[in-house]
């Protein structure tokens, strides 16, 4: 079965550079969301979007952008990176069927700031 | 504001124990709870999903319950294996998004 797919795998970039993350849910998903996973840390919602509007908000910096596309992938756009950026960031899709459908999450993207 | 807290932060058992995995929630306005797997580093893994209106759910040698008015679940896992080790996290839905425990860490040794 197909699962969520983010790209990159990993990512390393300097201090004050841009980053941009991908996502793309399970088909007929029609909802995404957004975690951070710090190291040693569970996983912070950061933002969700629904049929390609935003739907919730989190712990989000303002450095960061995200956005659902008309094909419902999903990219998380991080700028002026900081060293406490570095984190495996998740996506997850679900089916909007109501609020009782699990969660399928993506392998992550792990993001280093040097 | 929902706040999820698993006990113990870390276990270690001898191959083949059955043992529990404690979750608590403060708020009990909740949709669903998952139980997650994490490996070092990787992804998370969903083991269990147990909906509001339920009160366990069973796969193989887990068993998860959900005690919503008392705020609590549990994952048990029978007759441990070392590929049993890894991070294990709670997951409470609440607003149609997921809040997490800061998970239990499971070593078992062979």
């Known amino acids: 079965a197909a699962g969520v797919i983010q790209s990159p795998r990993h990512l390393i970039k300097e201090k004050r550079e841009t980053a941009t993350l991908k996502c793309y849910p399970i088909?007929?998903?029609?909802?995404v969301y957004w975690y951070q996973q710090g190291p040693g840390q569970d996983p912070q919602f950061l933002i969700s979007?629904?049929?390609?509007?935003?739907?919730d908000k989190g712990s989000i910096p303002d450095r960061f952008s995200a956005q659902q596309f008309s094909d419902y992938h999903s990219e998380l756009n991080m700028s002026s990176l900081e060293l406490g950026d570095s984190a495996l960031y998740f996506c997850?899709?679900?089916?909007?069927?109501?609020?009782?459908?699990?969660?399928?999450f993506g392998n992550g993207t792990r993001l280093t700031v040097t | 504001k929902q706040e999820v807290t698993q006990i113990p932060a870390a276990l270690s058992v001898p191959e083949g124990e059955n043992l529990v995995l404690n979750c608590s929630f403060t708020?009990?306005?909740?949709?669903?709870l998952q139980w997650f797997r994490q490996d070092p580093g990787k992804g998370l893994t969903s083991l269990l999903l147990?909906?509001?209106?339920?009160r366990e759910q069973t796969s193989g040698r887990l068993n998860a319950s959900l005690d919503k008015s008392s705020g609590r679940s549990t994952l048990y896992i029978a007759a441990s294996q070392p590929g049993d080790s890894a991070t294990y996290l709670c997951?409470?839905?609440?607003?149609?998004?997921?809040?997490f425990g800061q998970g239990t860490e499971l070593s078992v040794k062979p």
């Open positions: 997850a899709s679900s089916p909007r069927t109501g609020n009782n459908s699990p969660l399928h």
């Open positions: 088909p007929r998903h029609d909802t």
């Open positions: 979007f629904y049929e390609k509007m935003q739907s």
């Open positions: 708020d009990s306005a909740i949709y669903n």
């Open positions: 147990i909906q509001s209106s339920q």
């Open positions: 997951a409470v839905n609440q607003g149609g998004k997921l809040i």
